[in-house]
């Protein structure tokens, strides 16, 4: 690999001075992964600039280069037009660059004040530090609407006011460009307005803002030019005036070759799922449910739609048996316990519920188990009381391994050396072959290749088919659209809407996702 | 994240390497202090094994380290670390003492199970309070098993020197002896024909000891709870998806953890002194975390391990008897080096081993796509659509 | 108990704190910055010894602390290596470097001197001797606050003093200093240091280090001032106390004070009576021993005023986004 800079054959044309970035053949690879190939971007000064894209394409991979985080493969970065190096955080806070992460940096147990200086202290001595901070701190208050008090302590105020924290830092480093990583994720829609407001003031001085972000309404109410990203490459950059929502999804979205699941019209039955009004709060306080309902018949798929975060992870816990919950559920007319001491997983398993969770490294598979006892994992009481068989373990494995076409069929290899379609198959084939009378299935097919997908989704129908009711939690639309019989789409805790995928697209869907009720799409 | 090793690396040539580090660097500190490291070695070694009487000691302490290493490593599995052995040991010595004053055993093979009984429920005891506190307030295991430690140590010297000193005993702070009835036979009375000495210190507990190892054995890679303990240690999030419930978890792996711990007294107490003398561990509950980490948590691991430490203890025995200049706390050394190298600075041996093992793999590589093992390679590929 | 008697045990319990006060700064630097270390009691334990050694040698109290000192910041470096380059177990380390100062000090002992672990005894100018302060003699004869001044607070060993002193100083240093504020900051979030463009490892071996100093004086203090040489296992788990102090205190200087005076007068008391009686009850002497390790326990436990340990403690730094 050549670094595209310092080839000599010839010299690299001078940058636009008028340009705050300039990305040339920016490529990153994580081993197998191509988190990004070949992103060119142009910046201009004094904009709100969008990047838009699905959970994975790359945007935060980019803006981690930009802030010196990771180092890219090849490429150059361009500030002010001018060819500039980033090996670290500090060289990105020399040339101007903010950043505000989606996961805030920020002491918790320090005040504002603090944490604004911190890092950028001028001397050896604090008290000088905090008295500049305070009084650049008060003007800045009063230019751009970001009124905080200064001497509270970060884990006593809202997320909102700590996002203001982070623009904060950023404009005490004296930053020219901010980045923005989906920052309105954390917050309520009136919060999001306010920073809304604080954007374009930053931008009316002069400040050059880069948003990262998948929800299309912001793109359309804040930026002037947007980029969009898929699978790790730079699509199309369009002036927002000049493009739609629709237009945007389509783009976000590609066009691809839309997976085709080849299924029978559903025959929905009895229904085995009622969910009543559930509420979830989280150990921050932060509520993550609020009142959700809804029913899934024997022999039908529900795919929940939706941006990351927006409750359907609780949803799946709640019903898998590790979240607290107020609310009513019922399987095949049976109550269960969502508070008390009979709510683990293991009642839920025993009540015919099977769990295909969201993050299958971290939660589904133990990496270091060797397969067979993986698929023991979550129903190891069934292997026996004391001891443990483990020849039937091994049994069961085999022959899961080969009616899920698991590869390499070997059940003494550990989790963490089979490929991401291999492990899924493998938690599929312990929850599936459990003759469960509800399947709660979160992300099937992330991290999955082409082939395995395919796989896991005629499985899917199957186990439809053969009358199960299947509760499917998916970011992917491609993947809800094709599976699902009928989908609802949750944003911030509540499902907006019921569409059936015969009678929506992709761009209603979107619209939903972005929290714009239905009546307005 | 450690996946570039093949197994038989990870398991055995890191800890002899982590060991050859520790015995080149102590060898480095007796060249310093003006003494011949291969004599020293050479004495150390035949004091240790060259002799029945010298196999005695060793396998006696070995006893007392398969104990305390078993105790400290069933607590890793469920990664849960305990430093209190050595107060859990000392509580296990108290069980057996009560057990052997108060209860008139009528033969020795009784005692020992009234004595193993009320060791390990001491140990186990002693072990429960850091572990509620752990499973229920997130207090850290760590700190408050070493304050259990001291708080042990202060209850023994209280009890020893208040309540069950014996009148008369000349002063030294320890109950009674225990009834000849309770007196385990050694290995003397056992196997007179193999030459041991009349008055060796190996005695029955030792089979308990390999007892020991077979029940964590099983406990840990056959039972379902064996399952649950390694599943909760290897990840939280994991066990509770699957319906393993950490508290009962922490509690359980604590409870044997300090239960194995205790059963050293057998050892020790019951076996070796016939009373209850003031520091009945002498260390063995912290040698217990030198072994736990050099056998990798593995009953056989940990067995080869108490064999190691035990052959230094008494060799080192021998050492200072024949070379004054060398003190027996050079095992101390040795021991501080092995858990150094093997607990805290494994990456310092792991991740040059793992850079010579990736590139060693990757060279082989391109012409054969579809290696086994490969969890980088798409088997994918060839799935039939 | 008269005023005499009282003096006698407050000036013996400074006497005591005096060890137990620097080691629990020394840990209050290095857990401030993330580091757990178990391995003060470690730390003191060499820097006493080769205190001793190097203050016998050389018939210098002085060069013996400095001796002292280096030998704490060698095992200190050996923490830093293993926990922040090596990104080690912090825990295992700490144990590790506890063994290695118990086993190392004896054998170099016994070598060098051949006393069974001891140095010989230091007398003259090779011990921190007691510090009159200013008209002590003169004053002594003032009622109550006489003997006060003269027993209680003057005539001492600098390093006493020194102590004393090292408490405002870590206070100031930690709350009144860039440098404090960036080591309070990567104890707790070590991402919004690196993010803010300072480097964390860099950070985490100066808090180390400076653990190292602290730890090296307290144990000179042991052997030099507050003992006349070394004796095998001297440090006899004040590290571990330091430790209890450190979460007695909730990680804060004055605070560190406090606990270790308490703990220091305990030690104190145990000392000077077999058993106390309060309220007709015979409390005895090893309860007031364990006392210390009791009441950290039940700090811990969260019942009586939870201590909260800096947020990123015990864990290795690993960038990610």
Not at chain 1, 70 to 91: C, N, W
Not at chain 2, 31 to 51: C, Q, Y
Not at chain 2, 303 to 315: D, I, N, S
């Given at each position: ?11 690299p ?8 970035i300039?990305?040339?053949?920016i ?9 990004n ?5 142009a910046v201009?000064?004094g ?9 994975g394409a790359g945007?935060?991979?980019?803006m ?9 493969d ?12 980033i ?32 890092g ?24 751009y609407e970001l ?7 970060i ?23 901010l980045?923005?990583d ?10 999001a ?24 309404r ?21 002036k ?15 066009r ?23 509420h ?10 609020k ?16 941006v ?19 609310g ?5 007319g ?10 683990d ?7 015919g519920?099977?769990?295909?969770p ?26 026996g009381?004391t001891?443990?068989d483990?020849?039937?373990m ?20 550990a989790?963490?050396s089979?490929?991401?379609?291999n492990?899924?198959k493998i ?5 599936i ?9 979160g ?9 395995a997908?395919e ?18 939690v998916s970011v ?11 989908i ?17 697209d992709?761009?209603?869907l979107g ?7 239905g009546?307005?799409? | 994240?450690t ?29 310093m202090?003006?003494e ?8 150390l070694?035949?004091g ?7 196999w ?8 007392n380290f ?23 040991a000392?509580?296990?010595g108290?069980g ?32 429960a309070?850091?572990?509620?506190l ?21 209850l023994?010297?209280y009890?020893l ?19 000849e ?9 056992l196997f ?20 020991a190892?077979?029940g ?9 709870l ?29 409870l ?7 059963l ?23 040698v ?26 008494q060799g080192g025995?021998?050492?200072q008897?024949e ?13 501080a ?6 607990g ?12 010579v ?16 093992k490969g ?6 590929a060839?799935v039939?659509? | ?15 005591l ?16 910055a993330?580091i757990?270390?178990?391995?003060l ?7 006493a ?13 002085w ?8 030998a704490?910041?060698?095992?200190a ?5 293993a926990?922040i380059?090596?990104r ?6 700490g ?34 001797g007691n510090?009159?302060l ?5 004053l002594?004869?003032v ?12 005539g ?5 003093y020194l ?6 100083v ?5 709350f009144r200093t860039?440098f404090?504020?960036?080591?309070r ?11 803010a ?12 280090m ?10 000179a203090?042991?052997?030099t001032?507050l003992?006349a040489?070394?004796?095998?296992d ?12 450190l ?6 200087p ?6 270790c005076?308490?703990?220091?007068l305990?030690?104190?008391?145990g ?17 007031m021993?364990?006392?210390p ?8 436990a969260?019942?009586?005023g939870r ?8 864990e290795p ?5």
């Amino acid at each position: 690999m050549t670094v595209a800079s310092s080839g000599p054959s010839h010299t690299p044309p001078p940058g636009d001075p008028g340009l705050a970035i300039e990305l040339r053949g920016i490529s990153k690879a994580f081993g197998p992964v191509q988190a990004n190939k070949d992103i060119d971007l142009a910046v201009r000064r004094g904009t709100i600039h969008g990047i838009i894209g699905e959970n994975g394409a790359g945007k935060s991979t980019l803006m981690s280069i930009l802030y010196g985080f990771y180092k890219a493969d090849r490429g150059t970065v361009l500030i002010g037009g001018r060819e500039t190096e980033i090996p670290d955080s500090q060289a990105a806070i020399d040339a101007g660059i903010g950043m505000v992460f989606q996961h805030f940096k920020l002491v918790e147990n320090f005040t504002v004040l603090e944490n604004v200086v911190l890092g950028a202290e001028d001397g050896a001595m604090l008290k000088p530090s905090l008295a500049k901070a305070r009084r650049l701190l008060t003007e800045l208050a009063h230019e751009y609407e970001l009124d905080v008090d200064p001497d509270a302590v970060i884990e006593d105020i809202g997320v909102g006011l700590q996002q203001r924290v982070e623009i904060l830092k950023a404009l005490y480093r004296e930053a020219d460009i901010l980045i923005l990583d989906e920052p309105t994720g954390v917050l309520t829609p009136a919060e999001a307005d306010h920073l809304f407001r604080i954007l374009k003031g930053l931008r009316d001085q002069g400040k050059t803002i880069i948003l990262i972000t998948h929800k299309l309404r912001e793109i359309m109410e804040i930026t002037d030019t947007v980029s969009v990203m898929r699978r790790g490459e730079m699509t199309a950059t369009v002036k927002t005036a000049e493009t739609s929502p629709e237009e945007l999804a389509e783009l976000m979205v590609g066009r691809k070759v839309l997976l085709r699941v080849d299924k029978a019209p559903a025959r929905p039955k009895d229904v085995i799922l009622e969910v009543r009004d559930l509420h979830v709060t989280d150990a921050q306080g932060v509520h993550r449910l609020k009142g959700v309902s809804f029913d899934i018949r024997a022999g039908e798929v529900l795919g929940i739609a939706g941006v990351a975060g927006n409750g359907q992870s609780e949803l799946l816990e709640v019903l898998g048996g590790y979240e607290k919950a107020t609310g009513r559920v019922r399987v095949k007319g049976h109550e269960i316990d969502l508070t008390g001491s009979a709510s683990d997983a293991q009642t839920r398993r025993a009540r015919g519920i099977a769990h295909v969770p969201e993050d299958r490294q971290r939660e589904g598979l133990i990496m270091d188990y060797r397969a067979w006892e993986n698929v023991a994992f979550g129903y190891q009481k069934d292997f026996g009381g004391t001891l443990m068989d483990h020849a039937a373990m091994k049994r069961d494995c085999a022959g899961k391994m080969e009616r899920f076409d698991v590869r390499p069929p070997d059940p003494t290899l550990a989790a963490k050396s089979f490929s991401g379609g291999n492990q899924q198959k493998i938690v599929l084939a312990r929850e599936i072959e459990r003759n469960p009378d509800l399947l709660l299935i979160g992300q099937p097919t992330r991290g999955v290749d082409i082939g395995a997908i395919e796989f896991i989704h005629q499985q899917i129908v199957a186990l439809r088919d053969q009358g199960k009711a299947i509760l499917l939690v998916s970011v992917e639309l491609d993947e809800i659209m094709a599976l699902s019989d009928r989908i609802a789409v949750m944003f911030d805790g509540r499902i907006m809407g019921e569409r059936l995928p015969s009678e929506t697209d992709q761009g209603e869907l979107g619209l939903l996702m972005a929290g714009m009720a239905g009546e307005a799409a | 994240m450690t996946d570039g090793l093949p197994k038989w690396v990870d398991i055995a040539v890191i800890p002899l390497i982590n060991v050859l580090l520790a015995l080149i660097l102590s060898a480095l500190v007796v060249w310093m202090i003006g003494e011949d490291p291969v004599r020293a070695m050479t004495i150390l070694v035949n004091g240790a094994v060259g002799s029945a009487y010298g196999w005695g000691y060793t396998l006696f302490y070995a006893t007392n380290f398969v104990f305390t290493g078993l105790g400290v490593a069933v607590a890793f599995h469920a990664r849960l670390f305990n430093i209190g052995g050595e107060g859990q040991a000392a509580l296990g010595g108290l069980g057996v003492a009560l057990a052997m004053l108060y209860v008139p055993w009528p033969h020795w093979s009784l005692a020992l199970v009234g004595a193993t009984v009320a060791a390990a429920l001491f140990g186990a005891a002693w072990a429960a309070i850091p572990a509620y506190l752990q499973a229920k307030r997130g207090s850290h295991i760590v700190i408050t098993t070493i304050m259990f430690n001291f708080i042990a140590a202060a209850l023994m010297v209280y009890l020893l020197s208040r309540v069950l000193l014996v009148p008369g005993a000349g002063g030294s702070p320890e109950t009674a002896r225990f009834a000849e009835a309770t007196h385990l036979p050694n290995a003397f009375a056992l196997f007179p024909w193999m030459g041991w000495s009349r008055s060796t210190p190996l005695n029955v507990s030792f089979f308990l000891a390999l007892l020991a190892c077979v029940g964590v054995w099983v406990l840990i890679w056959r039972t379902r709870l064996g399952y649950e303990i390694r599943a909760f240690g290897h990840s939280e999030p994991a066990a509770i998806y699957a319906g393993i419930s950490p508290v009962r978890i922490t509690m359980i792996a604590m409870l044997i953890s300090g239960g194995l711990c205790g059963l050293m007294a057998t050892n020790a107490v019951l076996g070796e002194a016939e009373r209850l003398v003031i520091d009945p561990v002498q260390g063995a509950g912290f040698v217990g975390i030198a072994v736990a980490l050099m056998g990798r948590s593995h009953p056989f691991g940990v067995f080869l391990a108490a064999l190691l430490f035990g052959a230094l203890y008494q060799g080192g025995g021998e050492l200072q008897f024949e070379m004054p200049s060398v003190s027996r706390e050079l095992i101390l050394v040795i021991q501080a080096l092995v858990i150094l190298f093997t607990g805290a600075l494994d990456n310092m041996v792991r991740m040059p081993l793992e850079k010579v093992f990736v590139s060693a793999r990757r060279r082989p590589a391109p012409p054969e796509p579809t290696s086994p093992k490969g969890a980088d390679n798409d088997p994918i590929a060839k799935v039939e659509p | 108990m008269d005023l005499t008697t009282i003096i006698q045990i407050l000036d013996s319990s400074l006497r005591l704190a005096t060890p137990l006060l620097l080691a629990c700064l020394a840990g209050l630097f290095s857990e401030r910055a993330g580091i757990f270390d178990i391995g003060l009691e470690g730390k003191m334990l060499a820097a006493a010894f080769f205190s001793a050694g190097a203050a016998f040698a050389t018939g210098n109290a002085w060069i013996g602390l400095l001796a002292g000192i280096g030998a704490s910041m060698v095992l200190a470096a050996i923490h830093g290596v293993a926990s922040i380059t090596f990104r080690g177990n912090q825990l295992i380390s700490g144990v590790a470097i506890n063994f290695l100062a118990a086993g190392i000090t004896v054998v170099i002992g016994e070598a060098w001197f051949g006393l069974g672990g001891r140095t010989p005894a230091l007398a003259g100018d090779a011990r921190f001797g007691n510090i009159d302060l200013p008209f002590a003699r003169a004053l002594s004869d003032v009622p109550v606050l006489g003997p006060i001044y003269a027993d209680l607070i003057s005539g001492h060993s600098i390093l006493v003093y020194l102590a004393l002193a090292t408490v405002p100083v870590t206070w100031w240093v930690l709350f009144r200093t860039r440098f404090g504020l960036r080591l309070r900051a990567v104890g707790e979030n070590p991402a919004a240091v690196d993010t803010a463009g300072v480097s964390v490892v860099g950070l985490r071996y100066a808090a180390v280090m400076i653990c190292g100093l602290l730890c090296g004086i307290a144990g000179a203090h042991l052997a030099t001032a507050l003992g006349a040489g070394f004796v095998k296992d001297m440090s006899a788990g004040r590290g571990f106390i330091a430790l209890a102090a450190l979460i007695f205190a909730k990680w804060r200087p004055w605070y560190a004070l406090g606990a270790c005076l308490l703990f220091g007068l305990l030690e104190a008391l145990g000392n000077r009576y077999q058993n106390i009686d309060i309220g007709g009850f015979d409390v005895p002497t090893q309860f007031m021993q364990a006392l210390p390790y009791i009441l950290t326990v039940v700090i811990l436990a969260g019942f009586v005023g939870r201590a909260i340990p800096p947020r990123a403690g015990g864990e290795p730094y690993v960038k990610e986004r």
